[in-house]
């Protein structure tokens, strides 16, 4: 699990300095291309017809995780192809790839998952790493800044044992994310940016598939903190793959949460592979409920390859185009 912060570009980027000098090229233009949802709307070309849903492929999923990996470039020349608008989960120190394009990262790395709000032994450090992260994210032009609420067990016998770690209750960990997330969300909102607070299952075992012991694990507890803080800073991370394994009733929860979401994921499943008939999500019924709830943020393919990640890909965004 920690392997998968270091293939989504997670990392301790503690202070601005670090994440301005990775960006270095000037992404703040970005602010002006990217600027305005309904021109974003605009299917560019490609696969897309419709465009009512914002599609973005995952970069740890298709330059790491892969079978067959691309490199960035190659990530982006797809993407264009395709005719989506941008990627998520690109580090900062690429942006500039992004820029001279004219894409937007529609959700950036800050903390790692392991290590979050929940806990006061790291609550300190996370909102230091969320504010560097959404002021980078503001300069850029970008939306989103995504945010764990950590593991719930980060003490001597965990896997996740860190110095400052404990065994952290369900109860507790609640009132911590809602206070911490009070102390930073103000600060997101004025720079008009959101932290999306995702949902991970805690079911499947498997390497990249799941991650057992994370404290928010169910989509009701990350909506609470979320309507508790009651700020636009912090919205909901809609995760179609982890809210199906652990919570299922897809589009009854996604018309419960409309208000509060923020940013969607999805991959197949069982085995978050590509979408397609092969697995049990209808994604045509998913993306028309988005559409039928008025979401018009953006929608990340956040699926590990299998065979021909482009074809899996380009079949993936012409299931979701609603």
């Known amino acids: 699990m920690v392997q998968r912060d270091k293939q989504m570009g997670l990392g301790n980027l503690t202070t601005r300095r670090q994440f301005m000098k990775a960006t270095a090229l000037g992404v703040t233009g970005l602010a002006l291309t990217m600027a305005g949802g309904c021109q974003s709307l605009r299917p560019r070309g490609g696969v897309v ?43 900062p120190d690429q942006w500039h790839l992004l820029k001279e394009r004219g894409m937007v990262c529609a959700a950036t790395p800050s903390h790692p998952f392991t290590h979050g709000m929940n806990n006061l032994g790291f609550q300190e450090q996370t909102i230091a790493t969320l504010k ?8 850029a032009g970008f939306p989103n800044v995504m945010t764990f609420t950590g593991m719930a067990d980060t003490s ?34 004025d720079l008009g940016v959101s932290m999306v607070l995702e949902p991970l299952n805690s079911r499947a075992t498997e390497n990249m598939r799941g991650h057992p012991g ?72 998913v993306m028309q409920a988005l559409v039928d709830i008025g979401y ?12 021909n990640p482009y074809q899996e890909l380009k079949q993936a965004v012409e299931i979701c185009d609603a």
């Not at 560097?132 to 300069?139: G, K, N, R, S, Y």
């Not at 018009?296 to 065979?307: F, N, Q």
Request: with cysteine.
């Open 156 to 189: 001597s016998t965990a896997e996740f044992q860190h110095p400052k770690g404990s065994n952290v209750t369900a109860e507790e960990g609640l009132a911590n994310c809602i206070a911490g997330y009070q102390k930073i969300a103000p600060f997101a909102a």
């Open 214 to 285: 994370y404290q928010g694990d169910h989509v009701d507890y990350c909506a609470k903190i979320v309507r508790e803080v009651d700020s636009p800073g912090l919205k909901l991370l809609f995760d179609v793959y982890h809210v199906q394994i652990m919570d299922g009733d897809l589009v009854r929860r996604i018309h419960e949460n409309k208000d509060i979401i923020g940013h969607v994921q999805i991959a197949g499943n069982p085995g978050r592979g590509p979408l397609g008939p092969d697995q049990e999500i209808n994604y045509r019924a």
């Open 296 to 307: 018009e943020g953006y929608v990340g393919h956040e699926w590990i390859p299998v065979d």
């Open 49 to 91: 017809r419709h465009g009512r849903i914002r599609q973005v492929p995952a970069n740890w999923c298709f330059t790491r995780a892969s079978p067959k990996p691309w490199t960035t470039d190659q990530l982006l020349d797809y993407t264009e192809k395709l005719g989506l608008p941008g990627v998520e989960l690109l580090p």
């Open 132 to 139: 560097t992260a959404i002021q980078a994210t503001a300069d």
